[in-house]
């Protein structure tokens, strides 16, 4: 089993920063990719970054050049993280941690970012 807590998230104005974390822990070592994907209301789910266990990084055209995935990890958790930069009103969304091991995804309760214009 795994658990995946995001926190961070708030409100910030346009072209300002966010940073959003998550903390995987439990059955950690069969995670192989992790990956932030959001909400926003009246919308699909999207992918925004994702991560690899070997590192390897990907983003989705919108973000590109402003956001950046990242993770560590030690013996008990593995952290996710998304650096959010040059934020603009339409990154405003619920932003979900994403685990997959063993073929099953696995989803945290969602962190909101609000970015004002």
């Known amino acids: 089993q795994v658990h995946l807590v995001e926190s961070g998230g708030g409100l910030v104005q346009a072209g300002g920063s966010l940073s959003v974390s998550c903390k995987a822990f439990?059955?950690?070592?069969?995670?192989?990719?992790m990956a932030w994907y959001r909400q926003a209301p009246g919308k699909e789910r999207e992918l925004v970054a994702g991560?690899?266990?070997?590192?390897?990084?990907?983003?989705t055209d919108s973000v590109k050049g402003r956001f950046t995935i990242s993770r560590s990890r030690d013996n008990t958790k593995i952290m996710m993280y998304l650096q959010m930069n040059s934020l603009k009103p339409e990154d405003t969304a619920l932003y979900y941690c994403?685990?997959?091991?063993?073929?099953?995804?696995?989803w945290g309760q969602g962190t909101q970012v609000t970015v004002s214009s």
């Open positions: 439990g059955e950690t070592a069969c995670i192989s990719a």
């Open positions: 994403n685990a997959t091991c063993r073929g099953y995804d696995y």
């Open positions: 991560i690899t266990s070997g590192g390897g990084t990907s983003y």
